[in-house]
DNA sequence: TACTTCGGCGCC
DNA sequence: AAAGGGCGCCGAAGTA
């Protein structure tokens, strides 16, 4: 940990007092239904293991290994899949086997996998979340997770024991499962207020690129959209949620974070059919990209450059178009950047933080833009933790952070008067504080009715 | 039995 | 030239 100033000493001291007291005031959890849920689950897991041990596939597993057979095994299933069975598996580990994940076991094709990831993703649940949380509770049914600011590469922090950022939320039904546990204390409810596009906001006050300003100073623009559109080709009405959520996750953050065309390509040409990606008319994707010439992937092998009229080729021509005609201040800064960090063997970020030592460009690049977003949050909660709720004399308690977000137990009648502070503190006082964020910040709010648990978390209109 | 490493996967 | 940043927790498998 290397604070270059006063200021960022204070910002971590105050905020280590912050979330010691996060900490202690916890995060009420329903121990009867984890219990009941460990218990549902576990007959859910069975059912998922008869099933499993029907099909023909778990034949040849025990033929294989006999009294050793073990579902829990990913190395058997490996060697049944790619070795026994002689399929085809597209990547490898760090050590050089097979990787199986749920992608490349989606890959196969096979009935049986339906059964299997659904058996992984249960374990999963039952595991680290239902069994994790509870063995965690105190007492008085309690939830205290620990928020550590030494440990993160990247002055962000980290949360164990459990950890509380890595609660399920994508996945509809393991969500349902985990975020039932938690409630808010009785009369009460949950709130949970994020910045809307932190570490794209906080690159900009990096590389400060006219037009990805213009992206989040004008709501009419849309970046994810944008670029979902050029991927696949389509007209801006034709990009759905889906869609969209596809070019933001593997076009526009694989970039920014250092993956390359190849890899975009690959993911975004699955997705197709993974997620059956259609114009609202039902057309699929690959029908669409057909009639504008695209027939095939590529090979995609990352060797040779793409043939011509490959999905590959296309993709590579939106990234050259993405750095060279729509960001190229940034692209520039990512290489000034770079340049100034061999020179000198460091770095600092906009908050005051040093980063010394070997790093790899890919590093140098992301550690002050994901430093810097969790600094935004963290002295928000300075704030509201260890000033205004005191001095507004409330009873609403911050019960957890995730990065970019805080989550809130408070009564109903304090639920706008929270909402204004948290606008004003997280979106106007931190930009008194810190004059170099050039760019606005704007917050999005979700709230539970009141006495609900997490799980029914909803988008909340703010005035 | 206790510990470490690996591969995998949950979140931002 | 290379090719996804940061965490914590789990079970399996290997080692002491």
């Given at each position: 940990m290397l604070p270059v100033s006063c200021e960022a000493y204070k910002l971590i001291h105050e905020g280590a007092i912050a979330l010691a007291q996060v900490e202690a005031d916890g995060i009420r959890v329903d121990r009867k239904y984890l219990r009941a849920e460990i218990t549902k689950v576990s007959i859910d897991i069975a059912n998922a293991v008869c099933r499993i041990k029907e099909d023909k596939i778990y034949r040849l597993w025990i033929r294989r290994f006999g009294k050793q057979a073990n579902i829990g095994s990913r190395q058997q299933l490996g060697k049944i899949l790619f070795e026994d069975m002689g399929l085809e598996c597209c990547q490898r580990t760090q050590t050089g086997r097979p990787a199986i994940t749920q992608e490349t076991l989606q890959d196969t094709k096979l009935p049986f996998v339906v059964d299997y990831l659904q058996y992984q993703k249960l374990i999963k649940v039952r595991s680290t979340y239902l069994y994790g949380i509870l063995r965690e509770v105190d007492p008085d049914g309690f939830l205290h997770p620990f928020y550590n600011l030494h440990i993160a590469q990247t002055y962000r922090s980290s949360c164990d024991s459990p950890n509380f950022q890595n609660i399920p939320v994508r996945d509809e039904q393991m969500m349902q499962m985990v975020r039932r546990a938690f409630l808010p204390r009785p009369g009460n409810q949950l709130i949970e207020v994020d910045y809307s596009g932190a570490e794209v906001a906080s690159a900009t006050c990096y590389h400060h690129d006219p037009t990805m300003v213009e992206y989040i100073v004008n709501p009419a623009k849309d970046m994810h959209r944008d670029m979902s559109r050029f991927c696949y080709m389509l007209k801006k009405s034709d990009v759905d949620k889906k869609i969209r959520g596809c070019g933001k996750g593997m076009f526009v953050f694989s970039q920014f974070y250092g993956s390359y065309y190849v890899k975009n390509a690959i993911a975004l040409w699955d997705a197709i059919d993974e997620l059956g990606l259609c114009k609202p008319d039902g057309t699929s994707l690959h029908k669409h990209l057909r009639r504008k010439g695209i027939r095939e992937r590529?090979?995609?092998?990352?060797?040779?450059?793409?043939?011509?009229?490959?999905?590959?080729?296309?993709?590579?021509?939106?990234?050259?178009?993405?750095?060279?005609?729509?960001?190229?201040?940034?692209?520039?800064?990512?290489?000034?950047?770079?340049?100034?960090?061999?020179?000198t063997a460091s770095f600092e970020t906009l908050t005051g933080f040093r980063f010394e030592g070997a790093l790899d460009r890919k590093k140098v690049i992301n550690y002050p833009i994901q430093g810097t977003a969790f600094h935004w949050l963290l002295w928000s909660l300075t704030q509201v933790v260890n000033k205004e709720l005191a001095k507004a004399k409330m009873r609403t308690r911050v019960a957890g952070q995730i990065h970019d977000s805080i989550v809130s137990d408070g009564p109903p009648e304090e639920r706008d008067d929270y909402l204004a502070l948290m606008n004003h503190i997280m979106t106007k006082a931190i930009r008194d504080h810190w004059t170099w964020i050039d760019v606005p910040l704007t917050i999005d709010a979700d709230v539970a009715p009141v006495g609900a648990p997490w799980s029914e978390k909803a988008k909340y209109k703010m005035e």
């Open positions: 590529g090979a995609c092998t990352g060797g040779e450059p793409p043939a011509p009229k490959t999905f590959e080729a296309h993709i590579k021509a939106v990234e050259d178009y993405f750095w060279n005609d729509l960001f190229p201040v940034y692209a520039q800064w990512k290489r000034d950047w770079y340049a100034e960090y061999l020179r």
